[in-house]
């Protein structure tokens, strides 16, 4: 969109490679992408192809408890995570997207697990790529962790996903808490929290397309313009429903070209509005 880069990022298009994802988005007016971690030179050697961006690469979750835990198991971790960033290095790819916690039980960070971290953020400086820290579950563990934005300036930032803020966050405002530090969104919908008693599950999660679910869009983007945030709008979007869940089956019904197309439609629309 004219003035806004859009990106998408791969994954959610039924029965399409991701190549050939890239090539769909291009085609239908996404200036940018991003991934997980794998494929990458294959993803950057087509980006390169049709001018298009690599935003980031998302760093595997799987192991973000272990930080907390130390020895083999948090050691294994903040291998992951620095193998990630190297990936990132390599490739060119300026942000690498993290998780700081995974699971909704504990809720005691401690001084291991953000030295753990730290170790990451150290690197990440040393390669010169960004860490954008997501806010998912555990809104204790991220903001231990966004205290090294501190001791690591513009190397440590923050990745606003706005339908785990309606769900994982109660709808607590985390732009309020790092909005200074936005250097990245994960742009979705979502329904809330479906549990009466408030409490979340990831199946709460579905990454719905934008104005499909209970998002005030004038209010999160007046929230962006707020904090000075002109940057790439990144959309991160599920096209499969969660379990005993039917949110997002439509979506799986279309045609790849126009589920990309209703996607870019939506993109443009939140382009819109921060634009005004």
């Known amino acids: 969109m004219w003035k806004q880069k859009l990106c998408l990022g791969l994954g959610p298009v039924k029965g399409v490679s991701p190549l050939d994802q890239i090539e769909l988005y291009h085609r239908t007016g996404f200036e940018g992408f991003f991934s997980g971690w794998g494929g990458q030179e294959d993803f950057r050697k087509k980006a390169d192809e049709l001018g298009m961006i690599y935003q980031s690469i998302h760093a595997p979750f799987t192991k973000a408890a272990d930080f907390w835990k130390g020895g083999d198991a948090a050691e294994a971790a903040v291998a992951e995570l ?3 960033l190297e990936d990132c290095a390599r490739v060119e790819v300026p942000i690498m997207v993290a998780h700081t916690f995974i699971g ?3 809720h005691d960070p401690n001084e ?5 971290y730290g170790r ?3 690197r990440a400086r040393e390669l010169g790529v960004q860490v ?3 806010n998912t579950e555990g809104e204790e563990y991220l903001a231990a962790v966004m205290e090294l934005a501190k001791v690591y300036p513009g190397t440590v930032g923050f990745c ?3 339908g785990h803020e309606m769900c994982y966050n ?6 309020a808490l790092y909005g200074d530090l936005l250097i990245a969104t994960h742009l979705n919908d979502n329904l809330g929290i479906k549990d009466y008693g408030g409490k979340i599950t990831w199946i709460d999660d579905l990454h719905l397309l934008p104005f499909d679910g209970i998002g005030d869009w004038k209010d999160i983007t007046g929230r962006m313009k707020a904090h000075g945030y002109d940057g790439i709008l990144t959309f991160e979007l599920g096209i499969g429903s969660k379990p005993g869940r039917h949110d997002n089956d439509k979506y799986l019904a279309m045609d790849p070209e126009v589920y990309v197309a209703e996607a870019y439609n939506r993109a443009c629309r939140v382009a819109a509005l921060l634009a005004k």
């Open 160 to 162: 606003w996903d706005t």
């Open 82 to 84: 620095i193998a990630c």
């Open 120 to 122: 990451v953020c150290a």
């Open 104 to 106: 909704f039980e504990d």
């Open 132 to 134: 954008a820290f997501e």
């Open 170 to 175: 109660y709808s607590k405002d985390m732009l």
């Open 112 to 116: 291991t697990g953000v030295e753990n």
